[in-house]
């Protein structure tokens, strides 16, 4: 079973930076095209960036372009989130997601079969 486990979440003020890290086992990371989405309190869940199997490709949300970084070790089975210039609007729980391969192309939410715990990021004023 493939486990996803968050780290590297917390405080900190805007304009600040933060890297999360998803370490990932139980499978073969580089089969596993890798995301990470986030839910802010009553928000629905929402896609925040998409690194390619092998880390040659990525895609980001319009709110995140230019401030965070994804990027992948498939040396070391992690994912990675580098947060730069945070907002307050930022803040949520972030949680990584790992998906084989997207049937659709489009690499909805629901395509992903497995999720972190999720960490918090919570970015002060």
């Known amino acids: 079973q493939v486990q996803l486990v968050e780290s590297g979440g917390g405080l900190v003020q805007a304009g600040g930076s933060l890297r999360l890290s998803c370490a990932v086992s139980?499978?073969?990371?580089?089969?596993?095209?890798m995301a990470w989405f986030r839910q802010a309190p009553g928000k629905e869940r929402e896609f925040v960036a998409r690194?390619?199997?092998?880390?040659?490709?990525?895609y980001y949300a319009d709110s995140v372009k230019g401030r965070f970084t994804i990027s992948r070790d498939n040396t070391k089975n992690t994912v990675y989130l580098q947060m730069n210039s945070l907002k307050p609007e930022d803040t949520a729980v972030y949680y990584c997601?790992?998906?084989?391969?997207?049937?659709?192309?489009?690499?909805?939410?629901?395509?992903?079969?497995?999720w972190g715990q999720g960490t918090q990021v919570t970015v002060s004023s």
């Open positions: 139980g499978g073969t990371f580089s089969n596993y095209a």
């Open positions: 997601a790992a998906a084989r391969y997207s049937a659709t192309g489009r690499w909805y939410e629901s395509e992903y079969k497995y």
């Open positions: 690194v390619s199997w092998s880390g040659g490709i990525t």
